[in-house]
């Protein structure tokens, strides 16, 4: 099986990108973040006729998740959203597919350390902590996948120094990502040994893709259960380039049949 993650930075826009790489890659399951589409503009119909069924939790003009399944697999239990939090950003949607708990998180950017955007995420990732570690209690075969905003250690960072404890890379940041590895999730790309180098995004700005200055915050984190299963995991870096691309390139990992 197949599962990525895509931050496809305005749905709209990368819809026919993201049908050709369908066609192309044949994942199973895709979460995607940043659709910047309220529910009633969101492609059902079109990704139907690609194979996929989608569930989706939108809104206008920011944010925005969705995950999407082959239609023979069986999609059951849709939520939105952090149960019981008031929040109405359209950050978190989660399924059971084919038994396994696929959740699909847009992590808040933070924007700084010193501003309210950096309290509201910290505040974000501490809510979802005790929501996933009630999800993994239920759930003992869980993927979460997303943009997480974080690049978890030095290795992430095309220059370390300069980024050191700026936003994305702060010691609060990569704590909270240890917080959610603690309580039993295993980062699917760091099960296998990575060419040096590797990220998920790019800014659009001086370069950035073509220098490789780029950060790894796409992740894919499997529960102990189904991390022993994972036969590959990898940054599809091809799809960073060519015509109107997303600033970030889909996170891909594999699991062995028989999990």
């Known amino acids: 099986m197949k599962i990525s993650s895509w931050n496809v930075n305005s749905l709209n826009v990368r819809l026919p990108r993201l049908l050709a790489w369908l066609n192309k ?21 079109i ?13 206008k003009t920011y944010n925005g998740v969705a995950i999407l ?3 023979e697999l069986a999609v059951e239990n849709i939520s939105c959203g952090v149960p019981d939090d008031c929040d109405s950003q359209a950050r978190v949607i989660a399924a059971t597919v084919n038994g396994v708990r696929v959740v699909c998180f847009y ?26 570690q009630e999800t ?21 960072v095309y220059d370390p120094e300069a980024w050191r404890g700026q936003i994305l ?24 040994e990575q060419p040096a180098a590797t990220f998920s995004w790019w800014d659009y700005r001086q ?19 189904l991390a022993s299963f994972c ?8 799809e960073r380039k060519g015509e109107k691309p997303s600033d970030h390139a889909p996170a891909m990992i594999t699991l062995h049949e028989g999990f």
């Open 231 to 238: 036969v590959s995991s990898i940054i599809d870096r091809d």
């Open 107 to 132: 992590v808040p950017n933070g924007q700084a350390l010193d501003s309210e955007k950096f309290e509201y995420k910290m505040h974000w990732c501490r809510r979802v902590t005790r929501y996933l």
């Open 169 to 192: 890379c702060s010691d609060e940041e990569r704590a909270v990502f240890r917080s959610w590895l603690a309580l039993g999730l295993q980062d699917s790309f760091r099960l296998f």
């Open 25 to 45: 890659r044949q994942p199973d399951i895709v979460c995607l973040q940043e659709t910047k589409l309220e529910n009633a503009r969101f492609p059902a119909e």
């Open 207 to 225: 370069l950035g893709f073509v220098k490789n200055h780029g950060l790894r915050i796409d992740h894919i984190l499997l529960s102990d259960a």
């Open 69 to 71: 399944a082959r239609d």
């Open 47 to 59: 990704l139907k006729k690609a194979g996929y069924t989608s569930c989706c939790y939108g809104q």
């Open 136 to 156: 993994l209690a239920e759930n003992p075969k869980l993927i979460v996948a997303g943009d997480f905003n974080i690049a978890p250690d030095d290795r992430d």
